[in-house]
T-cell receptor
Framework: AQSVSQHNHHVILSEAASLELGCNYSYGGTVNLFWYVQYPGQHLQLLLKYFSGDPLVKGIKGFEAEFIKSKFSFNLRKPSVQWSDTAEYFCAVNAPSGGYQKVTFGTGTKLQVIP | KAGVTQTPRYLIKTRGQQVTLSCSPISGHRSVSWYQQTPGQGLQFLFEYFSETQRNKGNFPGRFSGRQFSNSRSEMNVSTLELGDSALYLC?????????????FGPGTRLLVL
């Protein structure tokens, strides 16, 4: 069974600091990887996704993530965070289950950005 | 295009009751997935429906069931509610539910069981 680990449960940063959130997954085959964000009081939104090709993917709002297959990792990065990035971030893996979607989410990382 | 809608947004029930939640996917989307979100367990996959058929199921007891109608709208039912069923229930839709498709999430139904 696939699983996703997000080791940082709560991260506090000052504005302009750099961000890296870890995500590791366990699944031996081809996977599709996602990062979602949930702003306070809002629903889950897709930040970025990796299906194939260039392992460095860019998403919305200046976020990027790098897929490192050998490490089963898909870490999220942003060079300079803003107060508006305060939110909960979820890494997700979509591995085939009979050819169809079965998405497994990490437990989430709460990011608090201090002005 | 209108997004995924879920009704009701909030519900309060007591133990032993049953509840039905509704999800309307984005127009043209035929796959609907349900998730339970709790502070302790995070987001957990409940089941996925496509063309009125359940294709995938997570590790939840049989008290959790669902169905999908011919217009792709889906309902989720929880019978004999327990305190631990208090959670945010999220619905997500995608075109055909293939692994390379993006899922779009609704705002969720927050269920409180007393």
């Amino acid at each position: 069974a696939q699983s996703v680990s997000q080791h940082n449960h709560h991260v506090i940063l000052s504005e302009a600091a750099s961000l890296e959130l870890g995500c590791n997954y366990s699944y031996g085959g081809t996977v599709n990887l996602f990062w979602y964000v949930q702003y306070p009081g809002q629903h889950l939104q897709l930040l970025l996704k990796y299906f194939s090709g260039d392992p460095l993917v860019k998403g919305i709002k200046g976020f990027e993530a790098e897929f490192i297959k050998s490490k089963f990792s898909f870490n999220l990065r942003k060079p300079s965070v803003q107060w508006s990035d305060t939110a909960e971030y979820f890494c997700a893996v979509n591995a085939p289950s009979g050819g169809y979607q079965k998405v497994t989410f990490g437990t989430g990382t709460k990011l608090q950005v201090i002005p | 295009k209108a997004g995924v809608t879920q009704t009701p947004r909030y519900l309060i029930k007591t133990r032993g009751q049953q509840v039905t939640l509704s999800c309307s996917p984005i127009s043209g989307h035929r796959s609907v997935s349900w998730y339970q979100q709790t502070p302790g367990q995070g987001l957990q996959f409940l089941f996925e429906y496509f063309s009125e058929t359940q294709r995938n199921k997570g590790n939840f007891p049989g008290r959790f069931s669902g169905r999908q109608f011919s217009n792709s709208r889906s309902e989720m039912n929880v019978s004999t509610l327990e305190l631990g069923d208090s959670a945010l229930y999220l619905c997500a839709s995608s075109t055909n539910g293939r692994t390379q498709e993006t899922q779009y999430f609704g705002p969720g139904t927050r269920l409180l069981v007393l």
